[in-house]
């Protein structure tokens, strides 16, 4: 491609005018990597130092930015970051949620703590924030504290795998206990830096000790799949069912918007499993309210098992028998990899599987 030479205007400005041209109309979109300096002088013909004034102009009229040893890259029309000019010895801290107070939520306070306390040891502060919607392509606006240079990485809770990379692009990052995901696709996590439950090995506990409480007939309920650790429960769930030979049926698999609606699913069924296990302990408290309704009594009809260990399940009637997560070492050790990240960009992505604790209470009753 050569850059039309007819008007009066210097090489470099027609380059400028391109570029700015295919921020505008979308075909460079915001993050997008530019070609290198001698890419753009091969591709539009013209010398190295006509590319490097109208990339410098660019960059100093905010529509572009440089990472030292990473590239330039396109800074769009919606969002302005600013990379540090020097380290803020700052983690942000960013849950993706519809929820304006998530970060009240005990189980996420127990992460924060853990992830404060492990960024004080090693002189970084943790600034939290909460975003809703995505990062998605077309209208992509970064979370204020990285567009604004204030942090020097960031722990993702509940972001889209695609918001994800964008964000890893301009600033190190790592996914934390949960991320959204296409149930119907296996995600690609090969390059994803992330800290989670081992959610596989806690099910496979769950349904050992039902198989040890003579159970053999099993359901499960669940919410939303796109959430990673339903879906990986539910993987989990299938996966030991077969493994430990134990039995379900289609019917005692079922989905709601709340526990209450999933299990009087499998409540309306001519036959019953003698145990149900509920993605996590809202659902399986829902569940508790439902079998009163109907007249069904925990664990003497049905026996049910809960996931997170949330301070209601101990109060519960009967105290709900769960999986605790533990959720404090989760959170020290996504600011320690963020922290290694930060110190060593070059270092290979690795997923951490946080171990969980199986707390047998009164929910399951032992049948021959």
Known sequence: MVLAHKSKDPVYKKLKETIIKEIQNGTLKENDTILSERLLTEKFNISRISVRKAVSELIEENYLYTIPGKGTFVKGLTSKFVPPARRTNNIGYIFWSEIPSVISIPYFAHIIRGAEKESLKHNYHLLISTMSG????????????????????????????????????????LIISNYICDPNKTPNLDLVDYVTTNNEKAMRNILEYL????????????????????????????????NLDLKTRDQWIANGNTGYDAMEKILSQSTLPTAVVAANDTFALDAISVCRDKGLNIPEDISLVGYDDIQSSLWSHPPLTTVRVRTEEMGKLAARRLIEKIEDPDSVSTHILVGTELIVRDSVKKIS
């Open 134 to 173: 995505t990062t998605s392509p077309g209208g992509r606006t970064l979370p204020s504290v990285i567009k604004q240079g204030k942090v020097d990485g960031v722990i993702l809770e509940g972001i889209d795998l695609e918001s994800w990379f964008e964000i890893n692009k301009v600033i190190p990052c």
């Open 211 to 242: 198989r040890e409480m003579g159970h053999q007939n099993i359901g499960f309920i669940y919410q939303n799949l796109s959430h990673s650790n339903f879906f990986e429960r539910m993987q989990g769930f299938f996966t030991n069912i077969k």
